[in-house]
């Protein structure tokens, strides 16, 4: 058990510090946004994808159908704050998965980077994110924040006297990222928990097997009301650009996260983020991210800003199509990938 604890250290350490390193190296020598008009950028991503059609919405959370499929924002926030956006960036729709590495930080806030290594991992698991496959055939169960059972397991492990006060200081972190009072969508969260059988399973697989670190039921409402969160684009820009400034919100000027579990943060988002696509988003884009089947998705430029955007349309993998490729046509644009520049 040491030597399987010590190993996923070495590799979070190692992890941490490319970040680390990456993130000085972007502030230092990458390409100066001050002169590029990161609001042109925007709106050629925005007009070279408005009109795709490909993908369809989620269906298996029933409510996630009926959000209007041609909704589509674009939008950049600088690491002081500033705003560029395009298209639907103001629209209320529920943060799903892009929820996880928030709550994932508030675990790190509050017990350190090491305990989210040791009691829930941070290795990929190559399968899809709602798979119990995955937990039952990997040791760590729970395997990383970004799959349905670590993050099931990340809000089990918030340090809470109660399921109301867990919920409250899940809800109010990622409040503190967006800089804004985000509300619950009541019918989604009616929606999606009652139809949560799959995520019920897991959470009772999770709790047989001592990976869970509070009462099964609590976790599973818990984790599903933070998935029903409204944000906007525009919100998930600011969160985006609050870890881009080192954890500090460039919109309150509140410190949400210790610069220091940053990095780590950042690893999981880059290693894990984009579901059984992040090899690929790795490989084209470079930049640590993390969406969600609401249709929305944040990817981080360390050092720099946040692009976010929104589309419902999904892929098989469960990420927006059209977001996806307008990120990815900014980050090449601005050859701002952590690896190198990696045009289109």
Known sequence: MTARVTGKKILTGALAA?????????????????????QHVVDQAYTKYKDFKEGKNADYIPILATVPSDLFGVVIVTRDGKIYAKGDVDYKFSIQSVSKPFTASLVMQQQGPEAVAEKIGVEPT???????????????RSVNPSVNAGAIAAVSMVQA???????????????????????????????????????RAIANLLYNYGRLYSEPEEALRVYTRQCSVGVSAKDLGIMGATLANEGVNPITNKRVLAAEHVPELLAVMAMTGFYDESGIW??????PAKTGVGGGIVTVVPGKFAIAAFSPRLNEAGNSIRAMKAIRYIAGELGVGLYGANPE
């Open 18 to 38: 490319v970040l680390s390193l990456t993130m000085t190296q972007a502030i230092a020598k990458g390409a100066d946004q001050s002169t590029v008009n990161l």
């Open 126 to 140: 190559g399968m899809p994110f709602n798979s119990k496959v995955a937990l039952e055939l990997l040791e760590a």
């Open 161 to 199: 006297k109660s399921e109301k006060d867990r919920w409250k200081q899940v809800l109010q972190n990622l409040n503190d990222y967006a800089g804004s009072d985000l509300k619950l969508m009541d019918e989604v969260y009616d929606s999606e928990y009652s139809t949560s059988w799959s995520n």
């Open 282 to 287: 790795q490989y084209t884009s470079g930049l």
